[in-house]
């Protein structure tokens, strides 16, 4: 009789980790079915960001998409510029300038060592560590400032144009990022000591969220989170596109793909971006930044993929062109959407707090995801 | 200056027998005045505290914190709590209306009681009772129940989340609390305040008992709720625990009662363990402010620094840490002090 008694049944209840939250990255929705702490089951509801960006791609033209490719993924929009042109220039068959390309490069990594940090600042706050997040938005702010100089905007930067470079760079600029360059180190080790040295960070961070390189693979995951389950697959050296082939850099990866090496290895990638910005700036050619563009942009009828390493994993553009001014079906491949279809999978029998420590992780942002 | 308090009471107590009141009367008097002035001492503290909080974690950052309203951004608290008693005051249509009422209330209540038993300064304790620090841990486990009040009492889930946490929380490190504190008595051989203070005239317990300090420091910290232990208002993953549909006043009211437990807290801390009001030259009274401040300067320091333990990481710290050691304090010494009686 006594068993009988003890016998009281718990439920499970869902919980609404709404579109308004102080930690999902975003208007991201997750409908969590929760047995007191441990998390049973995540629903991934997005769209609440879907601005119908490749719908837009089909009544505007060439050029005239360009600015909207920086608000895919807002924190890291030279990139996304960057998958755009080349998606067009390969469709045309355009080649792009030399100097051009190292510009390219430049902004490129300049741009991934600002969305790491981003990605570094946002972790430690939904840890809440909230002076490591200081200090890591202090030194992109030294980013945005280089940024303002050369294209005249912090964020949303419409840097590129299809067939090179709209303009050359200002003068104090290369002297400007040659003395970031020289200070960023010096910051790393600072993160290092506030964070990634702290124990109660490790114990938030390993042996969480741990997904091995076939299931990665399976669902379709590429770039840090796929390097971070192990595999040494880095676009910039298994296809190098631009002129990446020209330079010495590693590829960091991790061990057991879990939250903390999903960091150490962006960590890591940070300090790999600045070798390649050294390269690219003693290396960089004079000459034109801009091919031979006709005024129009009319691409013949085809279809085109490009893809880069993005920040955040594989970005691709796919490009459809019946050979009018507008672009007839344009796919954005955008890999924070992939990330996040792994996410229930990852998060499954955690607590709530080990879920916001994945989601940090797997660095989304909505932008890309809802487009 | 060292007496200037007690003066002022004597003043005040021969004015109103010279009034021609009954002894008892003036009795009554006496105490709800005491009961006053603390009151407005700890309120005063936490409005001043809001603010330290703010310009200390500030400079941490990097950044300068309020800095226009007043001299150096004094008065930015005052204006934030006047600003909050004009919000809406709402209630949510479900919640239970007389638990969610009251909890910013029931939360004020054991802070302030706990100042009755706590020395000021030389003779300067509201009421000595021979079992003060009994006392003391006795009204501070009764703090847990605000949380519960409005855990439940909004109807949300959110808050029932942060108010179990809370309650697992505080109850959990309410042992090593109280574990850590046995090895100070046990030297004193009373419960009381006033002789725990008088027997670290030459030797303060934080030298004596290191292991004590530290153990009653990290559970401190635990029952305050604040960083690394701030799970019960864990932001980033139940947006503001128990105290998510407060808003307005009553919101800031469990703020304010955040910064009140504190300086009970390190008030408490500062009796137990730094040497109460023992101090060379300046006011016995002066004293306990000054150390009172360093240590809450130190829960500042850390709150900033640390990232969140996990909830399981909490419960094993706390069971599996902190009350081993606090056990093998009491025993090592109760050791030492038998040694040390044999020669």
Redesign the interface.
């Known amino acids: 009789m006594l068993k009988e008694q003890c016998d009281i049944t718990t439920q499970e ?1 869902q ?1 609404n980790m709404g579109p308004q ?3 999902t990255h975003g208007v991201y929705r997750a409908i969590l079915t929760l047995d007191g ?1 441990t998390v049973t089951n995540v629903e991934n509801v997005m769209g609440y960001l879907h601005r119908g960006m490749e719908k837009i791609a089909e009544n505007r033209n060439y050029t005239q998409f360009i600015p909207y490719t920086d608000r895919l993924d807002y924190i890291a929009p030279a990139l996304n510029n960057w998958a755009y042109v080349g998606v067009v220039e390969k469709l045309m068959g355009l080649e792009v300038p030399e100097r051009a390309e190292y510009m390219r490069v430049i902004l490129g990594e300049l741009q991934r060592i600002a969305n790491h940090l981003v990605y570094v600042a946002s972790f ?9 997040w ?2 890591m938005f ?1 030194d992109r702010e030294k980013i945005l400032d280089l940024f303002e100089m050369v294209t005249g905007s912090r964020m949303t930067l419409n840097s590129m144009r299809i067939g090179g470079m709209p303009s050359e760079f200002p003068s104090e600029f290369i002297p400007a990022l040659e003395k970031l360059l020289e200070e960023l180190p010096g910051c790393f080790e600072e993160y290092d000591g ?2 990634t040295g ?1 124990e ?2 490790h ?2 961070t390993k042996n969480i969220g741990i997904m091995n390189a076939e299931t990665i693979i399976n669902y379709g995951i590429g770039g840090v989170n796929l390097r971070a389950a192990g595999l040494k697959y880095d676009l910039r050296k298994e296809m190098p596109y631009s002129v990446y082939d020209q330079f010495e850099f590693d590829i960091p990866i991790g061990e057991q793909g879990d939250c903390f090496d999903r960091y150490v290895v962006r960590m890591e990638e940070m300090r790999e971006s600045i070798r390649i910005i050294k390269q690219a700036i003693a290396k960089m050619p004079d000459g034109p930044i801009m091919a031979k563009v006709p005024r129009i942009i009319k691409p013949s009828k085809g279809e085109a993929y490009f893809h880069i390493e993005g920040a955040k994993g594989w970005l691709g553009f796919y490009l459809v062109s019946d050979g009018s001014t507008n672009p007839y079906r344009l796919h954005i491949h955008a890999p924070s959407f992939v990330s996040l279809g792994a996410f229930p999978e990852m998060s499954r029998g955690t ?6 420590a994945i989601l940090a992780s797997i660095d989304i942002v909505l932008g890309e995801v809802d487009r | 200056m060292e007496n200037i308090f007690i003066n002022l009471a004597t003043m005040i107590r021969d004015f109103l027998a010279g009034l021609g009141l009954s002894p008892t009367a003036v009795d009554i008097v006496m105490v709800s005045i005491q009961a006053i002035s603390i009151l407005v001492f700890l309120l005063l503290n936490v409005l001043f505290l809001v603010y330290l909080e703010r310009k200390v974690s500030a400079y941490i950052q990097q950044r300068l914190g309020p800095n226009r309203v007043g001299p150096r951004g004094f008065f930015q608290t005052t204006l934030d709590v006047i600003k909050l008693l004009g919000k809406e005051d709402i209630v949510p249509d479900c919640a239970d209306k007389w638990l969610f009422r009251l909890a910013p209330i029931a939360i004020f209540i054991p802070t302030m009681m706990v100042f009755a038993v706590v020395p000021f300064g030389e003779n300067m304790i509201a009421v000595d009772l021979n079992i003060g620090i009994f006392y003391f841990v006795a009204i501070a486990s009764t703090t847990v129940m605000a949380f519960i009040m409005a855990g439940w009492g909004s109807n949300n889930k959110y808050s029932l989340l942060g108010g179990m946490r809370t309650v697992a929380q505080m109850i959990s490190y309410e042992i090593p609390l109280v574990f850590s504190l046995l090895g100070v008595v046990m030297i004193t051989g009373s419960l009381k305040m006033s002789e725990i203070v008088a027997a670290q005239q030459n030797v303060w317990f934080i030298v004596s008992q290191p292991l004590a300090f530290i153990i009653f420091f990290i559970a401190a910290t635990a029952e305050l709720n604040r960083a690394p232990f701030d799970l019960p208002e864990g932001e980033q993953e139940i947006v503001a625990g128990p105290y998510t549909e407060y808003s307005g006043m009553r919101f800031a009211l469990f703020f304010l009662a955040e910064y009140a437990n504190m300086v009970a807290m390190s008030i408490i801390i500062v009796t137990v363990f730094l040497g109460g009001w023992h101090g060379p030259f300046l006011p016995s009274w002066l004293w306990v402010f000054i150390k009172m401040y360093l240590v809450i300067t130190l829960f500042m320091w850390l709150r900033w620094t640390f990232p969140r333990i996990r909830v399981d990481h909490l419960m094993s710290l706390n069971w599996k840490v902190l009350l081993p050691l606090a056990i093998i304090n009491i025993v090592i010494t109760g050791v030492v002090i038998k040694v040390i009686q044999w020669f």
Do not use: C, K, T, W
């Open positions: 209840f919980l939250h102080p930690s702490e430690a706050l939904d840890l809440n560590g909230f002076s490591a200081m200090y202090r506030i964070v702290n109660i960070f114990a938030r607590y709530i707090q080990d879920l916001v």
